[in-house]
């Protein structure tokens, strides 16, 4: 999600606070921060006025809300490890978060949903969910199954409306930072373009609606110091899901998806970050929505204009930290498919960037701000929470 917070949005979405400017200023660096508002409201949370420049969907805007649930001691440890220490308590999760938002973009293409993770037994049992209703107006590429050349593309629109359900469970493996799991992805959905000979064909291959249902096995080990904002530690996860009509999946297919980030402080105020995926699809049948295929997502890169049955990427990173406030940085990403057709094909693109973060609350690690990102193709402006990974 495409997001950021400017002061002047912040202060404007927190009116019922604005009676007591003392709350937005942290009380040990005097700067401008949300940490007390979100800890100590009874309806605190971080509102995220969020503002749309994606390519493939064009320019728009939203609003989310993260709230952040605590009780009244894990309040209390966090305030004291933020009065001791700059680095606050961004060390302590939250046992429970919520997160909910809609927006809506230029071209047509809107989403809502809400969220909710819960952990119990100090995150040994860990339940994340969400559900929520959209719809997307994206172009895709295609080759036509290797009758077009490498560099030669036929695009084409489409219109996408969903609604969807995930659930995932995951337990903890002794006292380690190993989590195993189980999750279950459940979609309605209906597809259409207003090219008719491209309409004709996804109607007669997926019909007016199709269901979507897969249950799969997910993987984690996370030894981050921070879970918004990561300087140091990694992280490493892995899902293999399978959709078929055993489980109600109009469709049957599977997908194994794997995703590593890595953070390396060189110095006080150095950071060095790398991340790397792989996503592959196995096909069952052939009735398969386009937008169901893996692409590359990185920054500067439009949604869907890279995809295959095999897609991998690899970022750099590069933060320089003038406090613990302000953040630059610079990043470089490359991403590679391979699509098994007619004629086997691979496709690649570069991108790269530079960007900015403002921790905007201290007691949580939660940082905020901008990358201008650019590749082969698209360049664009996003509004980012967290690293950029």
Same mark, same amino acid.
Request: hydrophobic share 40%; net charge negative; aromatic share 14%.
């Given at each position: ?47 995220? #006025? ?10 728009? @805007? ?6 952040? %649930? ?13 009065? $001791? ?8 999760? #939250? ?20 969220? *909710? /993770? %819960? ?22 590429? &295609? ?28 337990? /903890? ?22 090219? =008719? ?17 897969? =249950? ?22 892995? $899902? ?20 590593? $980030? ?5 110095? %006080? ?13 196995? $096909? ?9 295929? #893996? ?22 990173? =590069?933060?320089?930290?003038?406090? *613990? ?9 490359? +991403?590679?498919?391979? &699509? ?12 790269? @960037? ?7 609350? /201290?007691?949580? +690690?939660? %940082? ?22």
């Amino acid at each position: 999600m495409l997001k950021k917070i400017s002061i002047a949005l912040l202060l404007m979405a927190s009116t019922p606070l604005m009676a007591n400017p003392s709350h937005f200023i942290d009380e040990q660096d005097g700067q401008f921060d949300l940490g007390y508002y979100l800890a100590e409201n009874a309806y605190g949370f971080l509102p995220v #006025p969020v503002i749309i420049t994606e390519p493939a969907v064009g320019y728009g @805007g939203g609003l989310m809300g993260l709230f952040l %649930h605590e009780t009244e001691q894990e309040k209390q440890a966090r305030k004291k490890k933020a009065l $001791e220490s700059i680095d606050g308590g961004a060390q302590l999760v #939250p046992a429970a978060m919520t997160l909910v938002g809609g927006g809506g973009t230029e071209n047509g293409t809107w989403f809502a949903f809400a969220g *909710h /993770r %819960h952990s119990w037994l100090k995150d040994t049992i860990r339940y994340t969910g969400a559900a929520g209703a959209a719809r997307g107006n994206l172009d895709l590429y &295609t080759n036509l199954g290797g009758l077009l050349p490498v560099d030669n593309t036929f695009k084409f629109d489409t219109s996408t409306q969903a609604y969807f359900a995930f659930q995932k469970i995951q337990f /903890r493996v002794a006292n380690t930072p190993l989590m195993l799991g189980m999750q279950q992805l459940w979609a309605q959905s209906e597809i259409s373009s207003s090219n =008719l000979i491209v309409d004709r064909i996804l109607q007669a291959l997926l019909g007016e609606n199709t269901m979507t249902s897969g =249950l799969g096995l997910v993987a984690e080990y996370d030894t981050r110091d921070n879970l918004f904002f990561p300087k140091n530690g990694y992280k490493f996860s892995a $899902e293999y899901m399978v959709y078929d009509d055993a489980i109600g999946s109009d469709t049957n297919y599977a997908t194994l998806g794997a995703n590593g $980030e890595a953070y390396f402080p060189l110095s %006080h105020k150095w950071t060095f970050a790398v991340a790397a995926s792989y996503d592959e699809i196995y $096909e069952k049948d052939t009735k398969l929505s386009p937008t169901t295929k #893996p692409y590359v997502e990185l920054r500067g890169v439009s949604a869907f204009r890279y995809q295959g049955d095999q897609v991998g990427t690899l970022q750099a990173q =590069l933060m320089y930290h003038f406090d *613990h406030r302000w953040t630059v940085s610079t990043f470089y990403g490359y +991403g590679q498919t391979d &699509t098994k057709s007619i004629s086997d094909t691979t496709d690649s693109v570069n991108a790269y @960037g530079v960007g900015f973060r403002y921790q905007i609350a /201290r007691r949580y +690690g939660i %940082h905020m701000g901008i990358d201008i990102a650019k590749s082969d193709d698209d360049s664009a402006l996003y509004f980012k929470v967290g690293s950029g990974f």
